[in-house]
């Protein structure tokens, strides 16, 4: 079983950065790691995703260009760095895990563990 848990999250304006950290604990493996979000009265949607070795990485359309996906295997940390921040970019963001080391994509049902979530909210 894995444990994530999000932290980073806040309110900033158009234009700004954020950096969110999600730190696994428990029976951590060699797992595709991803970010996902979902705002109100919408669907939860894969923003990015990570390979356990980092040799590939997933973006959103949406996203591409602005945020960059991490991790350190040695801390069991991912992060998500955001630039750039528009208000569509607001929602809740849930960090997850998949059991297998290569990601399949932004998929919902390919992963496997998420965490509580954390809210960001930018404002014009």
Avoid: H
């Amino acid at each position: 079983q894995v444990q994530l848990v999000e932290s980073g999250g806040g309110s900033v304006q158009v234009e700004g950065s954020l950096r969110l950290s999600c730190s696994a604990s428990g029976v951590v493996g060699r797992q595709c790691m991803g970010w996902f979000r979902q705002a109100p009265g919408k669907e939860r949607e894969g923003v990015s995703c990570i390979n356990w070795s980092t040799s590939n990485t997933f973006y959103a359309d949406s996203v591409k260009g602005r945020f960059t996906i991490s991790r350190d295997n040695a801390k069991n940390t991912v992060y998500l760095q955001m630039n750039s921040l528009k208000p569509e970019d607001t929602a809740m963001y849930y960090c997850a895990a998949a059991n297998r080391a290569y990601c399949l994509g932004l998929f919902v049902e390919d992963f496997d563990y998420w965490g509580q979530g954390t809210q960001v909210t930018v404002s014009s």
